[in-house]
């Protein structure tokens, strides 16, 4: 049994963002997602949707084969290791259409900082 846990989002993410409603599915995420957990890999689906709009996500994802083991929560062994679930979802990766790296920040923070030095007498 893998130890490795993936938090994964799903508008935008597992599909296509078309809130409130459903858009296409995201093939190579969903394939990605179904062969991690094929190797023992947990799956948290980690995401903003509430209420009828989180069943009916889960209902999508169940018809496509994934199931989870948590849903916006942390699994029973990482709230007992922390002494609590914890706001922040514990996970090894972190899927998201909105995650960005900390490399790219570093990058971007270059980028931006030598510009603002080169624009500075401007």
């Excluded at 989002?9 to 094929?38: H, K, S």
């Excluded at 709230?79 to 490399?103: C, M, N, S």
């Excluded at 920040?105 to 270059?110: I, L, P, S």
């Amino acid at each position: 049994m893998s130890d490795h846990i993936i938090a994964v989002d799903f508008d935008g993410t597992l599909c296509e963002n078309a809130w409130p409603g459903i858009g296409p599915a995201r093939a190579g995420v969903i394939d990605y997602v179904l062969g991690q957990q094929m190797t023992g890999a947990k799956l948290i689906l980690w995401t903003n949707r509430k209420g009828e709009r989180l069943e009916e996500a889960v209902k999508w994802c169940a018809a496509r084969g994934i199931a989870f083991d948590a849903i916006n929560e942390n699994l029973p062994y990482i709230i007992e290791k922390f002494g609590g679930d914890t706001r922040k979802v514990f996970a090894d990766e972190y899927l998201d259409d909105k995650a960005v790296l900390p490399e790219m920040v570093e990058k971007r923070r270059k980028r931006v900082s030598g510009r603002a030095i080169r624009n500075r007498g401007r």
